[in-house]
């Protein structure tokens, strides 16, 4: 499928790094899985490789960019697509070699047989997935959106945790008035007191704690599993010089997450660049995280829980019949991710 892409930034190589500076920087990271980039160590010269990495506004190229790790042996050309599901087509059709999104937009990929593989997962704070009530309802519990008017997101995190936490109380989304609309449409209805309750992630829960005096009846920890797959294009691991690339791509994104766990007012900053949300409202989010970031390889309990969450949404009728998502989780990157 054919995608509308974003002229690309692209990143300075350090193909003229001295090697001995290179190295020593890769040494001296304790927190690196293996002790240098794989395709240091084999002695590839990756100068003509160009990675195509899709990314989001204050997501990777803002961290890697905080973490000073863009200097890379090999180009990035960043494709700012801020969805999921941008992603997987882009990815689709070639245009992408790396990219990220949920577990969500990954069913569908698996459902449709796309081209398109998983090698790693993020792991992400699950606070900022909320299921929240407007302040002036008598909503104190989610058995209490008996009736309401409920907005959600279709075919989200959002949908899918909701769904559990609706279950969970002996409810379904016949017993609410559930109302599918965009984030933003959504923020809009809930500051109009068109909804009661509203079921959303990232930074419009903040806001609608802020600004709106939110209740919080339910989070995501406990329904959704955490991983935020890295999605791949089959063609691009395959290749051996590209898999060498991608292979220290993860090993220092994995680094920068690490690094952005100590110095997090450092990230928070380049994130507020990118997105404008002020650093302070980024602190209060992350100081109330349900755990740190972190980049894993790919395991059994991953493949699992993901497909615990096609059946879901099979059974909610999201998906037009089974996706069997173990197939397209690869787990070629496993050892080099392995933690020390």
Known sequence: MKTDLPTPLVSTPASAWPRRQFLGAALAAPWLGTAAPSALAAGEDLSKVTLRIGTYKGNWRALLTAAKLTQTPYKIEWRELNNGVLHIEALNGDALDLGSGSEIPALFAARQKAQVRFIAVVREDLNNQVTVARKDT????????????????????????????????GLSFSDINAINLSPADGLSAFDRGDLDAWAIYGYNGQIARLKYGARVLKTGVGYLSGN????????????????????????????????????????????????????????????????????????????????????????????????????????????ALRPA
């Open 228 to 335: 935020f797959p890295i999605y791949a294009n089959p063609k691009s691991v395959a290749d051996p010089l590209t898999q060498l690339a991608i292979t220290d791509y993860l090993q220092r994104l994995r680094r920068a997450y690490l690094w952005a766990n100590q110095n997090y007012l450092d990230y928070a900053r380049a994130i507020s660049v990118e997105t404008r949300i002020p650093v302070g409202d980024l602190i209060e989010l992350w100081n109330n995280r349900s755990e740190d970031f972190d980049l894993r390889p790919v395991s059994d309990k991953v493949v699992t829980g993901h497909q615990e969450v096609a059946d879901t949404f099979q059974k909610l009728g999201v998906l037009d019949g089974p996706a069997q998502v173990a197939t397209l989780w690869d787990r070629r990157f496993e050892k």
């Open 138 to 169: 008598a909503i104190k519990t989610i058995a209490d959106l008996k009736g309401k008017r409920v907005g959600y997101v279709r075919a989200t995190t959002a949908h899918y945790f909701l769904s559990k936490q609706l279950a969970e109380a």
